[in-house]
């Protein structure tokens, strides 16, 4: 099984879209991220949870709305989709500290 | 602030010489410590992690890493490259006392393994 997994790995959308990219992570973890990967491949972090609880929100724009229904999953709403926005969405977890944080496969959006 | 520096964007290596990636990172405290590995439309994979004690840290596919204070750096080697290691290869940081979670990457390093 998947420990940390995305859906869906690909989307390509129109501008104006709204859209949703999910993740479920099965390693008991309970802290989970999202981090976009643009471009020019430079990571950065967007969100983190911990136990369903916004810890981290790295000056994102408000059209990007996280919810955390339980510790397991923690999923990416996008309002009003930009070119912009087009990037590599990596959902991550981790458990503990030191933190050792595991990546999912990404899910590839593109705005069109 | 922190951050950390992949000094070489692209590198090109033939299939079984050495390699060594070069990561510096900036940090006041002790850091924690990564190396991911991207291949081709594919995840982060971790490969290896310090976080304290044995400054030479071994990790995946015969990877390994070593811990300089001194010299702020972490670099990745690995004795004999396989063609199968053409990938991005990202170091990172991440703040060790606030358990916070957010990793400061690197601008990545792309290797190219030629025949």
């Known amino acids: 099984d998947t420990a940390v997994s995305q859906t869906p790995k690909y989307l390509v959308t129109q501008m104006g879209n709204d859209k949703s990219i999910k993740c479920e992570q099965n390693l008991g973890h309970d802290t989970m991220y999202w981090y976009k990967q643009d471009s020019k491949k430079f990571l950065k972090i967007m969100f983190s949870?911990?136990?369903?609880?916004?810890?981290i929100n790295e000056t994102v724009p408000n059209r990007f709305s996280p919810k955390s229904p339980d510790k397991a999953h923690l999923n990416l709403h996008i309002n009003s989709l930009e070119l912009g926005d087009s990037a590599v969405y990596f959902c991550?977890?981790?458990?503990?500290?030191?933190?050792?944080?595991?990546f999912g496969e990404g899910s590839w959006l593109t705005v069109v | 602030a922190q951050s950390v520096t992949q000094p070489d964007i692209h590198i090109t290596v033939s299939e079984g010489a050495s390699l060594e990636l070069r990561c510096n990172y900036s940090?006041?405290?002790?850091?924690?410590l990564f190396w991911y590995v991207q291949s081709p439309g594919q995840g982060l994979q971790l490969l290896l992690k310090y976080f304290s004690g044995d400054t030479l840290v071994q990790g995946i596919k015969g990877f390994e890493a070593e811990f300089k204070r001194s010299q702020s750096s972490f670099n990745l080697r690995k004795p004999s490259v396989h063609w199968s290691d053409a990938a991005e290869y990202f170091c990172?940081?991440?703040?060790?006392?606030?358990?916070?979670?957010?990793?400061?990457f690197g601008q990545g390093t792309t290797l190219q393994v030629k025949p």
């Open positions: 991550a977890s981790s458990q503990g500290s030191p933190n050792t944080i595991y």
């Open positions: 940090y006041g405290a002790t850091p924690y």
């Open positions: 990172a940081v991440v703040h060790g006392s606030s358990n916070t979670g957010k990793l400061i």
């Open positions: 949870y911990n136990n369903k609880e916004l810890i």
